[in-house]
Nanobody, 114 residues
Framework: QVQLVESGGGLVQPGGSLRLSCASS????????MGWYRQAPGKQRELVAA???????NYADSVKGRFTISRDNAKNTVYLQMNSLKPEDTAVYYC????????WGQGTQVTVSS
């Protein structure tokens, strides 16, 4: 049973930065594709960024150039560095991995507001 725990969310002003972390209970980072998703109130959950086992990354168009996904295999942790945050980035952010089934973390709230 894989457990994912996100952290690093909070309240930040527009233009600010946050770094989210997703720690795994199992050694899966660097083996499986990891994704960061977000869900804003009243909206569907959407993919924000993903990193594959070989380190390839992809991003939603809305965050390209502002967000960076990375990982630390030794710490079993995936990160999402978020810069130049906008109010529309406000959402609950989740990490996910697919290993025969989908495993989700509990989410961390990101609020961008002045």
């Amino acid at each position: 049973q894989v457990q994912l725990v996100e952290s690093g969310g909070g309240l930040v002003q527009p233009g600010g930065s946050l770094r989210l972390s997703c720690a795994s209970s199992e050694t899966i980072i660097g083996i499986y594709t990891m994704g960061w998703y977000r869900q804003a109130p009243g909206k569907q959950r959407e993919l924000v960024a993903a990193i594959t086992s070989v380190g390839s990354t992809n991003y939603a168009d809305s965050v390209k150039g502002r967000f960076t996904i990375s990982r630390d295999n030794a710490k079993n942790t995936v990160y999402l560095q978020m810069n130049s945050l906008k109010p529309e980035d406000t959402a609950v952010y989740y990490c996910k991995v697919d290993i025969r089934r989908s495993y989700w973390g509990q989410g961390t709230q990101v609020t961008v507001s002045s």
